[in-house]
């Protein structure tokens, strides 16, 4: 009786099937609707056009509205954050 370790592994069906396909019709493709990827959401473009103008000009905005104290504060803010996190990569 044969040990269980050198017992061929089953074969995989699905590799069967497919070079059986293969050996009777060499051409056969898989249907191109099934493995094509879904449609990407297509973008209003007037919107992308508006959101990008916000864009350019918000942190200039932002800027110009602040008062010198406040624009202070922030850089103290963002300079605390970097020197904390180059600190703790150390």
């Given amino acids: 009786m044969p040990k269980r370790s050198s017992k061929a592994e089953d074969p995989d069906h699905q590799q069967i099937a497919r070079s059986v396909l293969d050996a ?3 051409d056969a493709e898989p249907e191109e609707e099934a493995q094509a990827p879904p449609d990407e959401k297509v973008k209003n473009p007037a919107a992308v056009a508006l959101g990008r103008l916000g864009g350019l ?3 200039k905005a932002r800027a ?3 008062t010198p104290e406040r624009r202070s504060e922030i850089a103290k803010k963002a ?3 970097r020197w904390t ?3 703790d990569d150390n």
């Fill in 64 to 66: 110009e509205k602040l």
């Fill in 85 to 87: 996190k180059q600190a």
């Fill in 24 to 26: 009777v019709a060499p």
């Fill in 79 to 81: 300079a605390n954050a």
């Fill in 57 to 59: 000009k918000g942190g």
